[in-house]
């Protein structure tokens, strides 16, 4: 989280100027045997590469900085640095045993040795570093030298969503730590890549479930309404916006739900509605013995790319079956993400409307369950004699 504090170049430059004239440089090893093996005719190349942000040469090699003893890869979006001051490596190690340390920015370690996974990584770097402009698949596919159609199901054949979700996703993580941060609605919606306040409102509203402004204030201003009832799983919570249900929880008191409740919206005005509410309460009751319903119900949740993507496949699983975590994991085309799916399972705020307690471990017991394993039991044995 950042400070709330705004400073100008200007008035950090006397203050930088004297901390590096007083901290002594660390001297960086001179070349070794390792930097050798880096041929120094093709150097001119790689500075061309370096230059040009090449993504393409991710791997291939990294450059490092004399000056501020960091290592980068060719694409970093970092400020270039002066070629007196560049040297060149072919391996991460190499940089690392001559003194220079990973660029924190660009994350040059990352790259794996797998040409497609190491790809895709790139591209999510590429888009992390450019969330103001205008990403279009055509202009990744010119960027990563492949067809528009090929890169996008590459991308989401490894992570599940496009690399428009994936953008949509990363703006909408910054804008929430610029406005929680204290950053104006205006400042964290420019720096977060969003082009427009128009655009802004009509990509976040369903995913904040409120306003920025609102979201920035704690959602002091968001007006949640709840009540609590009976259900065979013990006591009950339903609450809910304005857009639709937020929060559905289970607890042996209403003590606990309330604080439940409050742990999540700390800061929102909660009013009991009983009367308000009691149709989804009916609803979501005739639903957990079996009756299907004749609608979904409207549901105002905040969530990751990822999240809305697991969440979806939970609530097409039928009513009365299973999946195991790795099932789910390969149904929406990330095989290796099973502890990531167990992640967005164990996140989830909405209980049995987003059927979560269908998932279970690959030898079929119960693994986790947010509202505790006997009422994760006790609901799949409903659904399986409903």
């Known amino acids: 989280m950042t400070t709330n504090a705004i400073l100008t170049t200007d008035s950090l430059q006397p203050s930088l100027k004297t901390m590096r004239a007083s901290q002594p440089k660390l001297p960086l090893q001179p070349a070794t045997a390792d930097a050798s093996s880096v041929n120094p005719s093709d150097d001119a190349q790689r500075w061309t590469a370096v230059l040009a942000r090449q993504s393409a040469r991710d791997g291939e090699f990294v450059y490092a900085v004399a000056t501020t003893g960091v290592y980068c890869r060719p694409s970093c979006a970092s400020r270039r640095p002066r070629r007196e001051n560049v040297q060149f490596f072919l391996t991460t190690e190499q940089a690392e045993r001559a003194g220079y340390r990973a660029c924190l920015r660009c994350r040059p370690k990352s790259v794996t040795g797998n040409p497609q996974a190491d790809g895709v990584k790139t591209i999510c770097r590429y888009i992390e570093q450019h969330l103001d402009e205008p990403l279009t698949l055509g202009r990744l596919g010119k960027e990563f030298h492949q067809s528009p159609f090929h890169l996008q199901r590459r991308f989401k054949a490894a992570l599940g969503i496009t690399p428009r979700e994936y953008a949509d996703s990363c703006r909408l993580r910054q804008l929430k730590r610029n406005l929680q941060s204290g950053d104006s609605v205006t400042r964290a919606m420019y720096d977060a890549g969003y082009g427009s306040s128009s655009r802004l409102y009509e990509r976040t509203a369903s995913q904040l479930g409120m306003t920025p402004d609102k979201y920035r204030r704690g959602a002091i201003a968001a007006a949640i309404r709840y009540t609590c009832a009976d259900s065979p799983l013990g006591r009950m919570l339903i609450a809910a916006t304005d857009r639709g249900i937020c929060s559905i929880q289970f607890a042996r008191t ?89 992640r967005a399972c164990a996140t989830n705020p909405v209980a049995v409307e987003i059927p979560c307690h269908r998932v279970v471990r690959e030898d079929g017991s119960m693994g986790g369950y947010r509202w505790g394993l006997d009422r994760k039991k006790n609901l799949l044995e409903m659904e399986q004699h409903a």
């Open 254 to 342: 209403d003590g606990e739900l309330l604080e439940g409740l409050k742990r999540e919206f700390p800061f929102a005005g909660r009013k009991a509605d009983k009367s308000g509410l009691q149709s989804w309460v009916s609803a979501l009751l005739e639903h957990m013995r079996g009756k299907e319903l004749n609608a979904a119900l409207p549901l105002d949740i905040r969530a990751t790319a990822f999240q809305r993507t697991v969440w979806a496949y939970l609530q097409s699983i039928p009513f009365g079956e299973t999946k195991s975590y790795s099932q789910v994991a390969k149904a929406i085309g990330r095989p290796t993400a099973v502890r990531a799916v167990a």
